[in-house]
T-cell receptor
Framework: DAGITQSPRHKVTETGTPVTLRCHQT?????MYWYRQDPGHGLRLIHY???????DKGEVSDGYSVSRSKTEDFLLTLESATSSQTSVYFC?????????????FGQGTRLTVV | AQRVTQPEKLLSVFKGAPVELKCNYS??????LFWYVQYSRQRLQLLLR??SRESIKGFTADLNKGETSFHLKKPFAQEEDSAMYYC???????????FGTGTRLQVFP
């Protein structure tokens, strides 16, 4: 497995509280992605990064922000968690921006907002 | 805009039967197509990609640009093929990797 670690693995939080999920990689890959996985919706891209301090929005970015201050860490923040953000969150990395490059995934973080 | 459509949420077959998981895409440029698989309690992982034109675990997928499809096929399904399968698209013009909604394949003995 590529060196990708997501933390925490499980979290329960209350509506309205801020939450930060961390993705840490040891592969020195340039690209990092955050997805959420929901039944019937598959994997949807939230935000992604193409370098340190370089980020862009994905399909479902409302309510989420990201930061990447160093190559190995990509943080996803829910400023004020809502029940609709209950989901499984996956981080992915890829080495290059070439279209044929494989992406490697973390083990996921299960977030429950009550 | 990039979009990937997987029309089947669930596909159930018996062992030894042929399998076809459908994937259609929309993108105006020239994309790269992938199939990713998620086995129970495992990470999502690459199964195969169009550019490699390879067969992995007996699965093949052909890119049909006229029909904008990238269907995944296997002539004889095995029980260990039971998993969640995602079709994905990445373009040469953006850095986004977009997934479909996924198809759960169940192979019964």
């Amino acid at each position: 497995d590529a060196g990708i670690t997501q933390s925490p693995r499980h979290k329960v939080t209350e509506t309205g509280t801020p939450v930060t999920l961390r993705c840490h990689q040891t592969e020195n890959h340039r690209y990092m992605y955050w997805y959420r996985q929901d039944p019937g919706h598959g994997l949807r891209l939230i935000h992604y990064s193409y370098g340190v301090k370089d980020t862009d929005k994905g399909e479902v970015s409302d309510g989420y922000s990201v930061s990447r201050s160093k190559t190995e860490d990509f943080l996803l923040t829910l400023e004020s968690a809502t029940s609709s953000q209950t989901s499984v969150y996956f981080c992915a990395i890829s080495d290059t921006g070439r279209a044929d490059t494989e992406a490697f995934f973390g083990q996921g973080t299960r977030l429950t907002v009550v | 805009a990039q979009r990937v459509t997987q029309p089947e949420k669930l596909l159930s077959v018996f062992k030894g039967a042929p399998v076809e998981l459908k994937c259609n895409y929309s993108y105006s440029g020239s994309p790269e197509l992938f199939w990713y698989v998620q086995y129970s309690r495992q990470r999502l992982q690459l199964l195969l990609r169009h550019i490699s034109r390879e067969s992995i675990k007996g699965f093949t997928a052909d890119l049909n640009k006229g029909e904008t499809s990238f269907h995944l096929k296997k002539p004889f399904a095995q029980e260990e093929d039971s998993a969640m399968y995602y079709c994905a698209l990445r373009s040469y013009n953006t850095d986004k990797l977009i997934f479909g909604t996924g198809t759960r394949l169940q192979v019964f003995p």
